[in-house]
């Protein structure tokens, strides 16, 4: 049977028999540590505990066991935050985080340390300063929410914000990161829509990792915003176990663009405390990458990325198909010169 309301415990996972008893003493370890949720509309979208959907919100052991190399703040934020709520990395556009709460909790999460605990929202000197900075700074031309996401504040509460950086001449695009109409679509009402409906362009960034997730509700949310007029893209982050092979990531991506959604995004895996069973290597999902070439359109081709550590922002990590040899590589992997000698080259 599916919770009613989110599932936040080691009790309530053992309950809905999501974890095995014996595992209990330490999923409770890892709860301590990591924030824990999962919404009704992912438990319902589980059905084995160790499918696409559980592997991403049901807490596990591994996420106990830490490498040198994993950071506590792989992306570099921290370096980047001249005021509390906002990071700068790029001169044109900032990250504006007014909660840092979820409605559920990704196991490989890049900001798993600072999201759940602690102060969920910015007071409200905090973002009238957060404010302050993006109107004192010109060449900030978009503002993308993230946190936690913002998506589970209600329209209420964003409709302030969202005027105020409306009527910032230099703000010219505001973008969401979210995964609520995915995993909490019924947040998605006529409501939000219309909190999001201004003069500046809104965009929404959806995460979404696999087409498992994607049920009735995701679609009925995707399809609103769509027909409002929102534009929508996706992000994803490639998971070993998860979405690891080109079935996985072709039926995911289709299944976006049938729902609206221009993939964007395909990120490799943040060195995140704890997460080391969910990367895979870039070679890996570069070869993954190149499959999909030929094998799905050019629509729903994301570009894979990698957010380098420090700060220093995403670059492009795809493959290449030119050799440096004269020759390309087609899709099907079949050597070409360039240009042709002949017509039958």
Known sequence: ??????????????????IPEDEFATITDVAKRYALSITPAMHGRIVDVDDPVARQFVPTGAELTSY????????????????????????????????LVCPVYCRFCFRREVVGPGDAMLKE???????????????????????????????????????ALDAIEHVKVIRFHTRVPVVDPDRVTEDLVAALTLDTPVWVV??????????PGARRALGLLARSGVPLVSQTVLLKGVNDT???????????????????????????VGTSHFRTTIEEGQALVRQ???????????????????????????????????????????THTYPPRSSTD
């Open 1 to 18: 049977m599916v919770a009613s309301r989110p599932i936040r415990t080691p009790k309530e996972l053992l309950a809905q028999q999501l």
């Open 68 to 99: 040198p190399e994993e950071r506590v703040d792989p992306i570099g934020d921290d370096p980047f935050t001249p005021v509390k709520g906002v990071t700068h990395r790029y001169p044109d556009r900032v990250l504006l985080k007014p909660v």
């Open 125 to 163: 000197d905090q973002l009238a300063a957060a404010l302050d900075y993006i109107r004192d700074h010109p060449r900030i031309w978009e503002v993308i929410f993230t946190g936690g996401d913002p998506l589970i504040m209600s329209p209420n509460r964003l409709r302030p914000i969202l005027a």
């Open 292 to 334: 999909l070439r030929g094998r799905v359109s050019g629509m729903c081709q994301p570009t894979y990325v990698l957010d380098i550590p420090g700060g220093h922002g995403k670059v492009p990590i795809g493959p290449s198909y030119l050799n440096g040899d004269g020759t390309v590589t087609d899709p099907w992997g079949v």
């Open 206 to 215: 959806v995460h979404t990792n696999h087409s498992q997730e994607i049920g």
């Open 246 to 272: 080109p079935e996985a990531l072709e039926d995911l991506f289709r299944t976006l663009i049938v729902n609206r959604v221009k993939p964007y995004y395909l990120h490799h895996g943040d060195l995140a």
